[in-house]
C-alpha cells in the first residue's frame, strides 16, 4: 500500500483495492454530492461518473463545496466544478461527467459499483432507485430539508439511507409513498427554493461516504443490512429510524431480483 493511503491502512490491501477500482456515480452535485466527490477522491475512488444539469450561482456558494466566487461569474457547470476538485485530489482519476438529468443518459450506468444520490425530489429518488434495482446496484440516498416551526425554532431533518438490491426498498422502509411522490407531482413548481445549509449536507454526506466504504472494502465484517438513518438538526442526533423496527421479514415485494435487467425509458 502506497503512503498516500498508509493512514487508512486498517481497510487492508483487498479493501484499498476495491475502492481504487470501483466506479461510483455522484447524482446531483449540490450541497451533498460536492461533499461526496472529494471525500471518495480523497479515500483513492479512481473512476467517478457525475451528472448534474445545473451551473453554480451565487446561492450555491454558502454549501457547495467544489464551487468559488469564480464559478459563479463564469457560469460554470457544477460537474465541472467537482472534476477539477476531484483532479486536483488526484490527477490521474477518471471522471467521466455529464451535465444532464441522469435519465438522459441512463445507459452510463451500466457497470457502476455503487451509485449515491443527492437529489431534491421524491419523484427523483424512486426512479433511480428503480433503475438501480434492475441493474443490482446498491444505492445510497441522503437528503435534508428545514422546516417552519411558527413560534418554534424551525426544524432541521434529514436521511441517509441504504437501498441494497433483495432487501427493503425506499417504499418498504415508508420513505417513499404515492402519496407523497403525488403530493408532490400534483404541487410541482409551487414549492419554491428550499433551505440548504452546509453543516448538515456535510454529516450526511460524510456518514453515506462510510456506508460506501464499508460495502466497498467489508472493513467492519458485518453483512450489508438496511440503513435508514434519521438525522435531527436541531440536538445534532443521527439515529436509525424507529420504521426499521417494523419492516416486512419477507423480501422487497416492490424490485423482485426476478424483475432485474436494464430498465426501459418511454417518453410521455
Not at 438501480?132 to 424551525?154: K, T, W
Request: hydrophobic share 35%.
Amino acid at each position: 500500500m502506497s503512503e498516500r493511503y498508509s493512514r487508512q491502512g486498517f481497510l487492508g490491501m483487498a479493501g484499498q483495492l476495491a475502492i481504487e477500482t470501483a466506479r461510483v456515480a455522484v447524482n446531483g452535485l449540490g450541497g451533498g454530492g460536492s461533499h461526496i466527490a472529494p471525500q471518495l477522491a480523497h479515500l483513492g475512488v479512481q473512476n467517478f461518473l457525475l451528472y448534474d444539469h445545473d451551473r453554480g450561482d451565487e446561492s450555491n456558494l454558502n454549501r457547495t463545496m467544489t464551487l468559488a466566487e469564480a464559478d459563479v461569474e463564469a457560469g460554470t457547470l457544477k460537474v465541472e466544478a467537482a472534476r477539477r476538485r476531484i483532479h486536483e485530489i488526484n490527477p490521474r482519476a477518471n471522471v467521466e461527467i455529464h451535465p444532464c438529468r441522469w435519465q438522459d443518459r441512463e445507459k452510463a450506468l451500466n457497470g457502476c459499483t455503487l451509485v449515491m444520490g443527492c437529489v431534491d425530489s421524491f419523484g427523483e429518488r424512486q426512479q433511480i432507485e428503480a433503475c438501480c434495482r434492475r441493474l443490482l446496484i446498491p444505492y445510497i440516498d441522503i437528503g435534508m430539508d428545514v422546516h417552519p416551526g411558527g413560534e418554534e425554532p424551525p426544524g432541521m431533518s434529514g436521511q441517509v439511507i441504504l437501498s441494497m438490491p433483495g432487501l427493503p426498498c425506499m417504499f418498504c422502509m415508508g420513505f417513499l409513498t404515492d402519496e407523497k411522490i403525488g403530493r408532490e407531482v400534483a404541487n410541482y413548481g409551487a414549492a419554491g427554493g428550499k433551505p440548504q445549509v452546509v453543516w448538515p449536507n456535510g454529516v450526511l454526506a460524510s456518514t453515506a461516504v462510510g456506508i460506501a466504504v464499508s460495502l466497498l472494502t467489508g472493513w467492519t465484517r458485518s453483512s450489508p443490512a438496511p440503513v435508514y438513518l434519521s438525522y435531527n438538526g436541531t440536538d445534532g442526533t443521527l439515529v436509525p429510524h424507529i420504521r426499521l423496527k417494523y419492516l416486512p421479514p419477507e423480501p422487497c415485494e416492490h424490485y423482485p431480483l426476478a424483475q432485474a435487467g436494464e430498465p426501459v425509458f418511454v417518453k410521455i
